[in-house]
């Protein structure tokens, strides 16, 4: 089994920046990579980026590359989503998922969640 903790979340203004974290423990040898994914209400929920569990290959989501950026410190078995110049329509619930095999692209491929996480960008 993996839990996985979410923080981080708030309200930002636009153009701001937010950095979210995902901390990972029980049996973390088992984790593939772990992914950030984000939903707005009436949305479906989708990948913004994600990353292998030794931070070898990182996936990012047209809307955020060159924006935000997916890293994680082995040492304390946390991935961090770094969020630069936020937009309002980056607001959504945020929410870790860490997946056993990949690569892994979709929510529904996921095997473990975080309780989410919301990040508010203000106008």
């Known amino acids: 089994q993996v839990q996985l903790v979410e923080s981080g979340g708030g309200l930002v203004q636009s153009g701001g920046s937010l950095r979210l974290s995902c901390a990972a423990s029980?049996?973390?040898?088992?984790?593939?990579?772990t992914g950030w994914f984000r939903q707005a209400p009436g949305k479906e929920r989708e990948l913004v980026a994600a990353?292998?569990?030794?931070?070898?290959?990182?996936y990012y989501a047209d809307s955020v590359k060159g924006r935000f950026t997916i890293s994680r410190d082995n040492a304390k078995n946390t991935v961090y989503l770094q969020m630069n110049s936020l937009k309002p329509e980056d607001t959504a619930i945020y929410y870790c998922?860490?997946?056993?095999?990949?690569?892994?692209?979709?929510?529904?491929?996921?095997?473990?969640w975080g309780q989410g996480t919301q990040v508010t960008v203000s106008s």
């Open positions: 998922a860490a997946a056993v095999a990949g690569p892994r692209l979709f929510a529904r491929e996921y095997d473990y």
């Open positions: 990353i292998t569990w030794n931070g070898g290959s990182t």
């Open positions: 029980g049996r973390t040898l088992s984790i593939w990579g």
